[in-house]
C-alpha cells in the first residue's frame, strides 16, 4: 500500500512539473490594461525608442492634461512589425517633435498609451499602431 503510495505521488509530481507555466506563456489584455472608450493626444519630444520584442515602447515628454510636463510611456507594435512595415530603429529619435494618440491607461498617474498614431510634423511621417485597430 505505501509503496503504491509512493508512486502515485511521484508521478503526480512528474506530471506537474512537465507542464507548462500557463502564466509564462499568457499574453495581457489590451482591454484589461487600457480604456479603450477614451483617446488622449499629447504633443511632446520623444525622449526614447526601445525597440524589441514582444512590444516596443516610446517614452515622450509632453504635457498632461493639467499641463504639467510628464513623461508618457507608449506601448508600440513589436520590432518585427514595425521591421515589416518599413520602420526601423533610426526612423523614430531622441529629440524629435512627436503628436501622439493613443487609449489611455487605467491608472492615470502612470501616464501611459496604446498607440494609435505617432506623427512627426517636421518631415509628415505617420505610423498607426496596434490600438488604430481597435477604433
Request: net charge neutral; charged share 20%; no cysteine.
Amino acid at each position: 500500500m505505501k509503496h503504491r503510495l509512493v508512486v502515485l505521488v511521484s508521478l503526480s509530481v512528474l506530471t506537474l512539473l512537465a507542464l507548462p507555466g500557463g502564466p509564462a506563456f499568457a499574453h495581457h489584455s489590451a482591454t484589461a490594461t487600457y480604456i479603450q472608450e477614451k483617446t488622449v493626444k499629447i504633443d511632446g519630444t520623444l525622449k526614447e525608442f526601445v525597440w524589441r520584442n514582444p512590444h516596443s515602447f516610446m517614452k515622450v515628454q509632453a504635457p498632461d492634461e493639467k499641463g504639467e510636463m510628464q513623461t508618457w510611456v507608449i506601448e508600440t507594435a513589436a520590432a518585427a512589425v514595425f521591421a515589416e512595415q518599413g520602420v526601423s530603429t533610426n526612423t523614430l529619435r531622441p529629440g524629435d517633435h512627436v503628436i501622439v494618440t493613443g487609449v489611455p491607461g487605467r491608472i492615470a498617474e502612470d501616464h501611459r498609451l496604446l498607440l494609435q498614431t505617432v506623427e512627426r510634423p517636421s518631415d509628415g511621417f505617420k505610423y498607426q499602431g496596434p490600438a488604430a485597430a481597435l477604433q
